[in-house]
């Protein structure tokens, strides 16, 4: 049984596979689908109501850009700074591991709570799934110490890795967002790559919103954190933008040609969405 917030993964995979469908589809996940099951699709028809230009079975045009951005970046990343770790945090029905094109030698490790992926697990071994890279499964909780969590299954902090935060953030309260962030801090070394993505702060206090927000409250999954100035928020943590950098979801680096009028009246439209690609700090 998931949580409300681990039922926000089956949503996501429901999304990604309506975009595995499509015609001109950004990305293909093959395992989507299954990972979605009756109440990942369920979530996904109830959400549509906020999307009002978009008919029900059309993909979600902002998760298939942030998804498509992240596997451009985060490839790019690997690929440019020679990272042979990758930390899926909050990893959810993220199935990178299976259909990225990794090194033999890349070390994934996909974080999350114990209830994923006692969901996710018998789904892959169902589907007969093989990583194309050496993938580890991190139980833990990012309120509990999850630093060493992911050191007890073989990350070493002392060589450089790839962290990519996709739509976590906004679920997580304000002090957790900074503890783990300074935990992050600890693991992250010099010539690290994150991939993170935020809403703007105040979406949370627009009238315009409420409707949407209130429903996720009632859902159990309420959005609690956002920025205003995501460069300066990283810069705090001692992360500065790298290529692509920070865009707007939406914008020419992250649009895609699917960006358009048609999703013009929906609640992510008016708000900004910041996809974060940034490097580590020298210090
Ligand atoms: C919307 S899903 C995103 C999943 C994935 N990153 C993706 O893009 O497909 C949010 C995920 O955050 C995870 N999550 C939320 N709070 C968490 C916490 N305190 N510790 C670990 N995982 C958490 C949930 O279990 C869920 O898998």
Known sequence: MLSPVGVTSLYV????????????????????????????????????????GLSANAPHPGISIRTRFFDDALLMAVHELSLKQVVLVAAGMDARAFRLPWMDDVQLFEVDRQEIFQYK?????????????????????LEQDWATALTNN??????PAAFLF????FYLKPATVATVLETLQSLACP?????????????LNSPYAQPFLSKLRKLGCPWLF?????????????WQPRQPKIVVLGEAEANYGRWSSS??????????HYLVSARRMNF
């Open 263 to 272: 999703v013009s009246s929906t609640t992510s439209s008016v708000f900004n």
């Open 154 to 159: 073989g990350f070493d902090r002392h060589k």
């Open 13 to 52: 995979a429901a999304a990604r596979a309506y975009e595995t469908e499509y015609r001109q589809g950004l990305f293909v996940d093959t395992y989507a689908r299954s990972f979605a099951g009756d109440k990942g699709f369920a979530l996904f028809s109830d959400l549509r109501a906020f999307s009002p």
């Open 226 to 238: 956002g920025v205003s100035n995501p460069e300066q928020f990283i810069l705090q943590y001692g």
């Open 166 to 169: 996709e739509g976590l953030m």
């Open 121 to 141: 697990e018998p789904i892959l071994l169902n589907l007969n799934a093989r990583a194309k890279c050496v993938r580890k499964v991190v139980v833990t909780d």
């Open 191 to 203: 010539g690290s790559w994150l991939g993170m993505d935020f809403v703007e702060a105040e979406l």
